[in-house]
Every structure is written in structure tokens, then in C-alpha cells.
């Protein structure tokens, strides 16, 4: 029998499909999105078998007569939908994971035991790009949320993702200490006013609070696992490139493995040496021969590669002029807004997709000025904007990006759709972590199986 999974914040699924991919039976996923919930229950009717393409059609129809923003009104038509089948057997609950109890919770998992549950939190709280609140932003404190949901299902491993930008995210650190016997200790943010105010260690409740440290760098990370700490569970994280597994595009993303204290403990690294080297060799000739679990060609794929292999934009990346181009969008003297075809594409995040385009003749120098003077107080306003032949990438090469299959099913306005796959990780990622965790082989070098529970041996992050 496969093992059991329970899906949170699942987006558009791509950490469900990876998940799958790599032999676990998804039984329930919750996510809040309403764009994204259709998406996910269009791919499952598919999947079953219980709709067909020619709904879709009328449906599409029928909208265009009722363009509303609230109404998940579209979806791109392909010839087909969801033949891999993915995700057939998942609930779609569209709700609040905060709403979820014991009740919600048996539904979801036909009252089975689940040996994992996964899910990446909201990240704009943590992300480099954003205003990075970290945990006194709302968002950024639904992994309490997270660890509540645990709490109750009691899996035997937990997956966590988030943006690399977590590791070094601030935040106080509030520890407890015990009057009697000098004991200190972080309280579980889920734990009973009462219970984090009695000693673990003589059981007294003569104990007073204290701010340890105040906006500690690594403190947001600090906290997460001291939660998962107090429910039992051993921590690993590492950060991962997509490029290294079959994604065109620099992505990275950090994961946490919680393992129960009672399961096999999975390890990881987070050399930050090994990831510079890592960084800085992306480009490079050879990437380190002594690992043979890399799934790749020493050179990532590129994104003209990936455009080709998924046949999208053929004219106009035959150009030898051709590159790829964030439009219009303002950028600090330092970040490029053009990059070569030639290379795996930048991160391809929720913002990013819905600019960026193919420029088959190039970009100006002066259009580039324009959209680099951030620096200096100015605005790219609509009056000083170059005419730039472009178009901008299609759904099916946003897919083809994020390694989602080109048939998955993306629901909404062209706006909804990028940002749903914008959002997502990339399936690649997900069956390479969830592969390691269920413990089956993911990686064969000729007749060896890889058997090893050590997340050191699937990431070049760690050698």
C-alpha cells in the first residue's frame, strides 16, 4: 500500500505532484485560494474521468458574457487535461487552515493513519524582495498553524518549504526561566499559558519570561523549529536548486524535514560554503564529478532548450537577438532585466511571470537605462517607454519552467493563472525530497540503488 500524504497550502500543486510522483497517495488538500482550488478540482474530475474537455469549452462560452472579477471564470484550453492522472484521489478543501479541527481533519484522511504532511506557508513575510516582517507578520506566523495541524494528525515526517530569504529572517527570541533551578527553555507558542510557565526540569512554576534575544538573525528559523521540537520531531534543512533537478530556471528554496522521534531520522546540510561554491559553479564547465546522484548533464538546462522541448515561442527565439526580458518593470542599477536564452531563466516568481517576454530583436540599451534608474528616485512612466517588439510567455512555458506537466489544468484570468504558477514549486523539487522521505530510490547510477536515508546525497548543496 502507498503511503499516505496530506497536502497544506498546496497552490496549484506542485509540491502534490512531485509528492505523487515519488509513490505517496495524496488523500487531502487544503488551500484558501479560490483560483487555485479550481484548478486542483478540475485536474482531479480529469483525472477520474468525471469531466470532459467539451464542458470546459461551453463553459468558456458562457463566460464571456459575464466577465467577473470574483469568478474563476477561465481556463487556457489545451487538447488535453491531467493525463498523468495526478492527484485523482485528493479532496480540495478551500478553507482556512486555522478553521481545520479534529473533525475536518478525519474527513479529509478518511480517518487513515498519514505518514507525511507537507506544505509551503506563504513566504512574502521571509522573501528578499519583500518587506520581510517576518513572524509579526500575520502570514508569517501560519506555521504555528502548521505545527497545529501536525499536532493533531501526528504523521511520520513533515515536509516545510519556503524561500531561502527564511534562514537569515529576524525575530525575538522569548525563552522561560525557571527561578528554583536556573533552567531555561523556549515555550512552544502552542503550548498552555500554564504548561509554558512550569519547569521541564523540577516542575516548578516559580518561572519569569524573558526576551533571550531581540530581532535575532536566523530567529524566524529559531522558532519554527523549536515548535516542531516541542511536538516531538527532529529537524533538517538544506536549500535546494531547481536547476540541479530539471527545472530551466534558477530556483531556490529551502526545505524542512521534520522526522518523528520515533522514524528514522533524515539528515541534511546547510554548509553556506558549499552553497556559494554551488552558486558560483552554476555556469562553470564541470559541477563536482564525485556525485553521481546529479540528474542533469554537467551544463543546466536552458531556457531556449526547455522553450523548444515544450514547442512555445519557435519564431521568436530563433532570432539571434532573441532574450528574455522583464518588462517595463523598474529594477535597482545592480539586477538585470534582460537575460540570454542561452542560460537557465531567472526565478520565475508570481510577479515576474506575468512580465516576463520573449524580445526577439533585443532590448534597447536606452529601455534598459529607463528600467534601471530605481536607484537614482526616478519612475519608468508610460510617456518615456521605447516601442519593443515582445510576447509574453505562454502559460504552457511558465508550465514547462516550473517542470509542472504541460497539460495541467491552470484556471482563472491570465493574471490568476501566471501567479498561480509563478507561486508554485516545481514538481522536481518535490518528488526529489519526497522520494528521499517515503525512502524509495529515486536516483539509480546503472545497477546501484541509492538506499540511503541522507539528504546530503540528493542535493549538490551538500557533498
Not at 506557508?121 to 518587506?131: A, E, L, W
Amino acid at each position: 500500500m502507498k503511503p499516505t500524504a496530506l497536502s497544506l497550502f498546496s497552490g496549484l500543486g506542485g509540491l502534490d505532484i512531485g509528492v505523487e510522483m515519488a509513490g505517496f497517495n495524496i488523500l487531502g488538500a487544503v488551500e484558501l485560494n479560490p483560483h487555485a482550488c479550481r484548478s486542483l478540482r478540475i485536474n482531479r474530475r480529469f483525472a477520474r474521468q468525471q469531466e470532459k474537455l467539451i464542458t470546459l469549452i461551453r463553459q468558456h462560452e458562457k463566460s464571456k458574457s459575464r466577465r467577473q472579477a470574483s469568478r474563476p471564470h477561465w481556463i487556457a484550453l489545451r487538447d488535453n487535461v491531467n493525463t498523468g492522472r495526478y492527484c485523482k484521489d485528493t479532496l480540495v478543501y478551500d478553507r482556512d487552515i486555522a478553521s481545520l479541527d479534529r473533525k475536518n481533519l478525519g474527513r479529509l484522511t478518511r480517518g487513515r493513519d498519514v505518514d507525511l504532511v507537507f506544505g509551503g506557508p506563504p513566504c512574502q513575510s521571509f522573501s528578499m524582495s519583500g518587506q520581510r516582517q517576518s513572524v509579526y507578520d500575520k502570514r508569517g506566523m501560519l506555521f504555528v498553524e502548521f505545527a497545529r495541524i501536525v499536532s493533531i494528525v501526528r504523521p511520520r515526517y513533515v515536509l516545510l518549504e519556503n524561500v531561502k530569504g527564511i534562514l537569515s529572517s529576524r525575530a525575538d527570541i522569548w525563552k522561560t526561566k525557571c527561578l528554583d533551578c536556573d533552567n531555561q527553555w523556549m515555550p512552544a507558542l502552542l503550548a498552555e499559558d500554564e504548561a509554558a510557565e512550569v519547569c521541564p526540569k523540577c516542575n516548578s512554576s516559580s518561572t519569569k519570561q524573558f526576551i533571550s534575544a531581540k530581532a535575532h538573525k536566523g530567529g524566524a528559523m529559531q522558532l519554527i523549529e523549536n515548535e516542531f521540537t516541542w511536538q516531538g520531531y527532529r529537524c533538517s534543512y538544506s536549500v535546494w536548486n531547481s536547476v540541479f533537478f530539471g527545472a530551466a530556471q534558477r530556483r531556490e528554496r529551502m526545505l524542512m524535514i521534520f522526522s518523528r522521534h520515533d522514524m528514522p531520522f533524515i539528515a541534511s546540510s546547510h554548509d553556506t560554503e558549499k552553497q556559494e561554491f554551488v552558486q558560483n559553479s552554476l555556469f562553470q564547465a564541470e559541477l563536482p564529478k564525485s556525485n553521481p546522484i546529479i540528474p542533469l548533464k554537467t551544463q543546466p538546462k536552458s531556457l531556449r532548450e526547455a522553450l523548444i522541448q515544450c514547442n512555445q515561442h519557435s519564431e521568436a527565439i530563433s532570432s539571434p537577438k532573441a532574450c528574455l526580458w522583464l518588462r517595463n518593470v523598474v529594477r535597482p542599477h545592480d539586477e538585470p532585466v534582460t537575460w540570454t536564452l542561452d542560460q537557465p531563466a531567472p526565478t520565475i516568481g508570481a510577479h515576474q511571470a506575468a512580465k516576463l517576454a520573449i524580445a526577439p530583436n533585443g532590448v534597447p540599451d536606452a529601455q534598459i537605462r529607463l528600467q534601471q534608474w530605481h536607484t537614482l528616485g526616478n519612475r519608468l512612466g508610460k510617456g518615456n517607454q521605447l516601442d519593443v517588439t515582445y510576447e509574453f510567455l505562454s502559460d504552457e512555458a511558465l508550465l514547462a519552467l516550473q517542470t509542472f506537466p504541460l497539460d495541467w489544468a491552470v484556471s482563472g484570468t491570465r493574471m490568476e493563472r501566471v501567479f498561480q504558477i509563478g507561486n508554485a514549486v516545481p514538481p522536481v523539487l518535490g518528488k526529489a525530497v519526497a522520494s528521499l522521505i517515503a525512502g524509495s530510490p529515486c536516483f539509480v547510477d546503472g545497477s546501484e540503488t541509492i538506499k540511503t536515508l541522507n539528504l546530503a546525497n540528493l542535493t549538490p548543496l551538500a557533498a
